[in-house]
T-cell receptor, first 113, second 115 residues
């Protein structure tokens, strides 16, 4: 049983560009959350998707957007990249909005130059 | 509102010594508490969790943590450190609000194990 998978593993972009990160949840999971982990920091909640809708959002600007597909996989899009967007982006999945236990993927390391 | 404070961004212990990583939390609803471990260039792996019931919880790799409501603490311990325990550890609190589980992480503690 595959766990949470993310692609790509690493990505280098230039300021002002746009990026799309992808996440496939653990089998049987229907809820996907995205986190940003800057160097030396804990993960910060970006947003959560359930039934193809954004259900919760953290304190991130509208440059950060997402999508969830009918197969529960998800994308994170970041527009107009800033140097400060350089971070490890983690995807986590679980079953249902009220469930507390989530499983994390290995992350995508985004570097903005 | 909820928050997590991890005391000590770096902790060094000798191999075989006691590991103690400190975590204090605040939460306006009954909290669920977690410890995660992160190895370099990897995602987060759940070590252990407290939801309800027994306040001393045991996790993987010999770690355990005790929920102390009066002290709002959830410190992580391991009796004898192993070289493979060198990693970064994150404490997290989760609370149910409006039907949603909101999770907040601490800033992490990097554990160094000295041979």
């Amino acid at each position: 049983d595959a766990g949470v998978t993310q692609s790509p593993t690493h990505l280098i972009k230039t300021r002002g560009q746009q990026v799309t990160l992808r996440c496939s949840p653990k089998s049987g999971h229907d809820t996907v959350s995205w986190y940003q982990q800057a160097l030396g920091q804990g993960p910060q909640f970006i947003f959560q998707y359930y039934e193809e809708e954004e259900r919760q959002r953290g304190n991130f600007p509208d440059r950060f957007s997402g999508h969830q597909f009918p197969n529960y996989s998800s994308e994170l899009n970041v527009n107009a990249l800033l140097l400060g967007d350089s971070a490890l982006y983690l995807c986590a999945s679980k079953t249902g909005l009220g469930n507390y236990e989530q499983y994390f993927g290995p992350g995508t390391r985004l570097t903005v130059t | 509102a909820q928050s997590v404070t991890q005391l000590g961004s770096h902790v060094s212990v000798s191999e075989g010594a006691l590991v103690l990583l400190r975590c204090n939390y605040s939460s306006s609803v009954p909290p669920y508490l977690f410890w995660y471990v992160q190895y370099p260039n990897q995602g987060l792996q759940l070590l252990l969790k407290y939801t309800t019931g027994a306040t001393l919880v045991k996790g993987i790799n010999g770690f355990e943590a005790e929920f102390k409501k009066s002290e709002t603490s959830f410190h992580l311990t391991k009796p004898s450190a192993h070289m493979s325990d060198a990693a970064e550890y994150f404490c997290a609190v989760s609370g149910l609000s409006g039907g949603y589980q909101k999770v907040t992480f601490g800033t992490g503690t990097k554990l160094q194990v000295i041979p």
